[in-house]
């Protein structure tokens, strides 16, 4: 499991894409056959007696090149995570609660009395080249997250908790004092002095210790502000996960083979091939068996589901899709968020009113087979306790719109509304291309709003490619408005990754007390009570739900076609590493 959330394209990578719907489709129409299908899908495949040897190959369901950024602290989109995984390893392994075991590459153990975290590297584990991971490499990667030159995108104040790591990346410090190497650089032992301890950090996913590691002996030649563009990180990269990169073509495909210094032993297989796949070109390729794993485009589920030799597994995944709405900026100076009251969308009615206009529920179900469907809040229901399930979120409701900009005074002057102050009021909405039904779905919702009388129109006249998604979302481009993008999840519901003043990944900037107040109790030392911590997230969820900065969309079943003949593959937390099955178990049956 990640440490991060990861930035995924709506409706292409981590979930199912989204199909063709007619406005105002009734959701009592809606079929959930697929839902039912999926729901008794397995989450893994049979266990059988594996064989050595052979070849498997991946499709990576993207309408965009991968950007191909192998190191985890710079890489940021999901498309290059999963085209890595064969090689990426997580430092932990966990169980089924995500909480983090002795199983992994390390161990970790907590001190709550003396507020440390101790990392310990088991003996043997090597990167590809033999080197064994130290240390050093520990401390590395927390220095080219915190490290101003690197733009990393995983920095954020959460970080701060070990001693001296903002003091580093402010520039005032040359090391980070809190973070000991008992043994020295060459030891395997990493002790984080913390501020405090919190009560996410036994799991995976908490966002407050890094579970990843970067090779110190390969990359400190590079300079800081070079590293992200380096051929040791784009076509050299060292990993020391079961299979080693054996060749890239830029952005379309990653040919693997085994790490044969991998701590586990040899892996089963000869070779994976991870290859970008149109998600139009998804249910042929799997009607035609071009691929060993193959994620299902659940449009075009009815296409598939009845393609022989396959094992389909599913779950549905810590994952949302969102719609946002830009009220400020990320000031790179002060490392933080900082929100502007006159934002254009700055006005809790008008979002509300926008949410309320959307069809989401109706959209998704109807023409995914019940496959995808609109979730309420911001904590997964997978989160247990933590998530509250008697928010019921911002289901389709045009009159209690039309109502509420009536109210704030978004009077009508012809055909569109205009803004309290009299003035004309156009909004710029950001989509993201995927696959042919992206553009039907948001003309879908685009007319929704044209409806309540809002003039909305999509930035450039068109969908926006992912890679050039998030760089006007990460930069705060001025001719966004509002934007719908999605998250995979971290494994651990704090907050304070995603939606603090101190987070870049935090893309609508919002910034208010209130806010900040309710994020640090569901991660204060009284949160290590259940009870107390259960009431602070439901408290955070109703007011994100009623202040409306980032409204939930949906979440969806993801279901893999994997070939019968192979085992091994699965979707069970403690049989995961990233999200991804544990590669080193995949293999041919005998």
Not at 498 to 518: A, D, H, I, W
Not at 522 to 540: C, G, I, L, M, P
């Amino acid at each position: 499991m990640r440490t991060r959330k990861i930035l995924s394209s709506v409706g292409v990578v981590t979930a199912a894409a989204l199909t063709l719907v007619a406005c105002g489709k009734s959701n009592k129409t809606a079929s959930n056959e697929g839902a039912k299908t999926a729901s008794k899908f397995p989450v893994e495949t049979p266990v059988k007696t594996a064989k050595k040897g052979g070849t498997i190959k991946v499709a990576e369901i993207t309408d965009t090149p991968f950007t191909g950024v192998f190191n985890e602290e710079l890489q940021m989109d999901q498309p290059s995570a999963d085209v890595a995984s064969p090689g990426q390893e997580s430092l932990f392994e966990t169980d089924d609660d995500y909480k983090i075991n002795d199983k992994g590459p390390a161990t970790l153990k907590l001190d709550r009395k003396a507020n440390t975290a101790t990392i310990t590297v088991k003996k043997g584990v090597k990167w590809s080249d033999g080197k064994q991971v130290t240390a050093k490499d520990i401390e590395f990667a927390y220095e080219i997250i915190a490290n101003k030159a690197t733009k990393s995108q995983r920095y954020a104040n959460q970080l701060n908790i070990i001693n001296g790591l903002k003091e580093y990346h402010e520039g005032k410090a040359k090391t980070i004092s809190g973070i000991e190497m008992p043994d020295g650089p060459d030891g395997r032992v990493v002790v984080l002095h913390c501020k405090e301890l919190k009560p996410g950090m036994y799991y995976s996913g908490n966002g407050y210790i890094w579970e990843a590691a970067a090779p110190y002996h390969y990359l400190k030649d590079v300079p800081f502000d070079k590293l992200e563009s380096s051929d040791k990180l784009r076509k050299n990269p060292l990993f020391f996960g079961p299979y080693k990169l054996d060749k890239i073509v830029r952005g379309q495909s990653v040919t693997w083979i085994p790490n044969k210094y991998y701590w586990r032993g040899q892996p089963k297989l000869d070779k994976i091939v991870y290859q970008v796949v149109s998600p139009n070109s998804a249910s042929q390729a799997i009607k035609n068996h071009k691929f060993d794993i193959i994620r299902v485009t659940n449009s075009q589920w009815k296409q598939v589901k009845d393609t022989k030799d396959v094992t389909f597994v599913a779950k549905i995944p810590l994952y949302y899709s969102y719609l946002a709405f830009k009220v400020g900026k990320w000031d790179s100076k002060k490392s933080k968020n900082v929100m502007n009251p006159n934002a254009k969308m700055n006005n809790k009615a008008l979002r509300q009113a926008i949410a309320y206009a959307m069809n989401t529920d109706a959209v998704y179900k109807h023409y995914t087979d019940g496959l995808s469907f609109q979730v309420p809040t911001l904590i997964p229901a997978q989160f247990g306790d933590y998530f509250d399930k008697s928010l019921k979120g911002y289901t389709y409701n045009i009159k209690k719109a039309n109502q509420i900009l009536d109210k704030a005074g978004y009077k009508k002057k012809g055909k569109w509304r205009v803004q309290p102050n009299g003035k004309p009021l156009t909004i710029h909405f950001m989509a993201m291309s995927g696959n042919s039904i992206q553009q039907p779905i948001m003309q879908n919702f685009i007319q929704q709003w044209n409806k309540i009388g809002l003039n909305v129109k999509l930035v450039g006249g068109r969908l926006t490619e992912f890679n050039s998604f998030y760089d006007k979302v990460q930069h705060d481009s001025p001719d966004v408005d509002m934007f719908m993008a999605a998250w995979g999840l971290s494994t651990e519901p704090s907050q304070e990754q995603m939606y603090s003043e101190g987070t870049m990944s935090n893309y609508s900037r919002f910034v208010t007390p209130e806010n900040t107040k309710l994020i640090k109790e569901t991660d204060s030392q009284k949160a290590f009570n259940h009870k107390y911590r259960v009431e602070k997230f439901h408290e955070w969820q109703k007011y994100m739900f009623d202040q409306a900065y980032v409204v939930p969309l949906y979440n969806a079943y993801q279901i893999d076609a994997v070939n019968s003949k192979l085992t091994g593959y699965s979707q069970k937390p403690s049989k995961q590493n990233n999200g991804h099955p544990l590669w080193y178990k995949v293999a041919y049956t005998k």
